[in-house]
């Protein structure tokens, strides 16, 4: 089981496409402030964090860089331990 980072402007949107069409089992999402460097300037921006819990990585990457809001999104993954059940869920989900 896995679960991906990603920020975006249109949490709703690309969390429904990841359930709809089975690239995720759930995706969760919240606010946060972000301080980064773009194109040489200093941002301060309001984002959304989605947590995107799949079986299959590299497939959901591949269709998150498609759908994604971001010409350079934020994409890090860690393979994770989780509960028999819980795994059993994801596995049929995603």
């Known amino acids: 089981m896995y679960i991906i980072f990603t920020t975006t402007k249109k949490p709703k949107k690309i969390a429904r496409k990841l359930i709809v ?3 995720a089992a759930c ?3 919240y606010k946060l402030n972000s301080v980064y460097y773009w194109d040489g ?3 301060e921006d309001t984002e959304y ?5 799949t079986r299959r990585v590299r497939r ?3 269709y ?3 759908i994604h809001d971001y010409k350079l999104p934020e994409i890090l993954y ?3 331990n989780a509960s028999k059940e819980y795994r059993k869920w ?3 989900n995603s």
């Not at 964090?49 to 819990?53: F, G, S």
């Open 21 to 23: 069409n089975k690239y």
């Open 90 to 92: 994801v596995d049929e």
């Open 49 to 53: 964090n989605l947590v995107i819990k």
């Open 64 to 66: 998150l860089k498609q």
């Open 78 to 80: 860690f393979r994770v």
């Open 27 to 29: 995706v969760s999402y």
């Open 41 to 43: 300037k200093l941002v």
């Open 60 to 62: 959901t990457i591949n």
